[in-house]
Structures are given as structure tokens and as C-alpha cells.
């Protein structure tokens, strides 16, 4: 049973580039979260898709936005990069209408702008 | 909105002892999940342990065992007999228990625990 899988591992942008960051979530996970932790920090909530459509949002900038793909993996696209935005990316997955909605994360994509 | 807090940034244990790591919390609902996470160096987000908010026992899995005190807001994470593949950093989250409207995870900044040959 396959886990949570992202892509790329590394990535390395230039200031004002654009970038897309992909998950797959869990095997019969339906629900995708992403999270940006930079250095030093706990992971912050950027959105949630869930049946194709931003279901939530945390308090991040009109330059990240998302998709969810029929087969549930989602992207992560940011745009106008800037310096800040270098950090480690998680993507975590759960199943909408369980207990707990336990999330499972995947190894994230680290991001570097320089 | 809610918040939660680690105050120690840094631990250290000796194997095979035991270690607790503090967590506070703040909300004003009933209803909400507690976690504790662990992250290694290799990134990735592990959960370790799960607590309900309605439930009164503490929770336990193996060696990992929680003292949940709902009135102080206090979620403690305590690792018995701890084992170098215990080091990593840890991290206290929370998550509104509204029934899947709100499933984003709150967390703590963190403490990073070294374990001691």
C-alpha cells in the first residue's frame, strides 16, 4: 500500500519564477492539505482540496492556489516567488468521513528561491 | 482562534530513559484532536499518538503514552524507555473536532529531542 508520495524531492527557483509541486495522496485518501514549514518552524496550513474544489485556506497570498485531479493527487502551484517562500512543502492526505480524519503526510518537497 | 504552544525547544534523554515533552494549547471549543507528530531528519511526518478531546483516559501506544489535562489545556507527550531512533523532532498539533468541515492541523513549533548512548 503506497503512501503519501511528492514530486520533486528538491527544488531549486529563481526569484519571480513560478513552480508546481505535486502529491499523491494515500491509497483511498480522498482529501489533500498542504503545508508550508520553513526552517525552524512548525508546519503551516495552506489549503485543503477535497472532491476537486479548495475546500479550505489558511492565511497565504493569492499566489499559491492548488488543484485536485479526478484521481485525488493535487498540485501546488505558487507564483511570483519570493525569497520567503523557500521551505519545506508537505502534502498530507485523509479520508473525508473517517473518525478522526487522520492526515498522513508525505516527505515534502524541499523549496529553494534564491 | 486557536493556538498552540511547545516551550521547549530542546531535550535530552538517555537511553532507556524516560522524557516528557510539554505542550499548551488554547481554544474555546469542546469538541477537538490532539497529536502528537514526530519528524526525522528524513522529513517526514510520522504520527505518533492521538487524543480525543471528549475522552478522559489518556492515550497510549507502546511506549508513548499522553497526560491530557483539559482544564489547564495541557497535552504532555511521555516516551519510556526511549531509544536512539526516538531523536527527532516532535511537534503537538490540534484540530477542531467540527466534523470534517475544519480538518487543518494547528501546530507547535516544536522541540527537538536528542537521546544519549
Known amino acids: 500500500d503506497a503512501g503519501v508520495t511528492q514530486s520533486p524531492t528538491h527544488l531549486i527557483k529563481t526569484r519571480g519564477q513560478q513552480v508546481t509541486l505535486r502529491c499523491s495522496p494515500k491509497?483511498?485518501?480522498?482529501?489533500v492539505s498542504w503545508y508550508q514549514q520553513a526552517l525552524g518552524q512548525g508546519p503551516q496550513f495552506i489549503f485543503q482540496?477535497?472532491?476537486?474544489?479548495?475546500?479550505q485556506r489558511g492565511n497565504f497570498p493569492d499566489r499559491f492556489s492548488g488543484h485536485q485531479f479526478p484521481n485525488y493527487s493535487s498540485e501546488l502551484n505558487v507564483n511570483a516567488l519570493l525569497l520567503g517562500d523557500s521551505a519545506l512543502y508537505l502534502c498530507?492526505?485523509?479520508?473525508?468521513?473517517?473518525?478522526?480524519?487522520?492526515?498522513?503526510f508525505g516527505p515534502g518537497t524541499r523549496l529553494t528561491v534564491t | 482562534a486557536q493556538t498552540v504552544t511547545q516551550s521547549q525547544p530542546e531535550m535530552s534523554v538517555q537511553e532507556a530513559e524516560t522524557v516528557t515533552l510539554s505542550c499548551t494549547y488554547d481554544?474555546?471549543?469542546?469538541?477537538?484532536?490532539l497529536f502528537w507528530y514526530k519528524q526525522p531528519p528524513s522529513r517526514q511526518m510520522i504520527l505518533v499518538i492521538r487524543?480525543?478531546?471528549?475522552?478522559?483516559q489518556n492515550a497510549t501506544e507502546n511506549r508513548f503514552s499522553v497526560n491530557f489535562q483539559k482544564a489547564a489545556k495541557s497535552f504532555s507527550l511521555k516516551i519510556s524507555d526511549s531509544q536512539l531512533g526516538d531523536a527527532a523532532m516532535y511537534f503537538c498539533?490540534?484540530?477542531?473536532?467540527?466534523?470534517?468541515?475544519?480538518?487543518?492541523?494547528?501546530f507547535g513549533t516544536g522541540t527537538l529531542l536528542a537521546v544519549q548512548p
Open positions: 482540496y477535497y472532491e476537486e474544489e479548495e475546500r
Open positions: 498530507a492526505s485523509s479520508l473525508t468521513g473517517t473518525h478522526s480524519y487522520e492526515q498522513y
Open positions: 498539533a490540534y484540530r477542531s473536532g467540527d466534523g470534517g468541515a475544519t480538518n487543518k492541523l494547528i
Open positions: 491509497s483511498g485518501h480522498d482529501t
Open positions: 481554544t474555546s471549543e469542546s469538541d477537538y484532536y
Open positions: 487524543q480525543e478531546a471528549y475522552k478522559q
